[in-house]
């Protein structure tokens, strides 16, 4: 199956929730490798970067560089009905950041490792990380 459709046999959820811990993983593993302290700093670092409003503005300013597959996958994300969110975000950024993290997940499920890296990388620069 070609692997710009495979991402249908997924819901847009199941995405999201694969691309949370993925970018999660990446993000706190890349601020570990640049630098040596206190796992509270870490922390504090690595939640501006991990939380649902800094993903959808995110979003919102990059995904001109989405792919349209990416675009695709980012507005199913968005679209799908959730029954939570945030506590630190409004209903329209955690929508946001639930289609941000469907593309991560699609990306690790497609095996497309070196588009993930690309888009990690931006949010790296982009956050002056």
Known sequence: MEESLRFYQYSPLALAYIGDSIYDLKIKSYVVDKT?????????????????????????????????TEMDVFKRGRNAEVHTKAKNASMAEYKKATGFEAVLGYLYMTKNYERLDEIVGMVIQDAGL
């Open 36 to 68: 040596n302290m206190q796992v509270e700093k870490y922390h504090a670092i690595v939640s501006k970067v991990v939380c649902a409003r800094y993903q959808a503005d995110f979003a919102d300013r990059f995904m001109d560089s989405f792919t349209e």
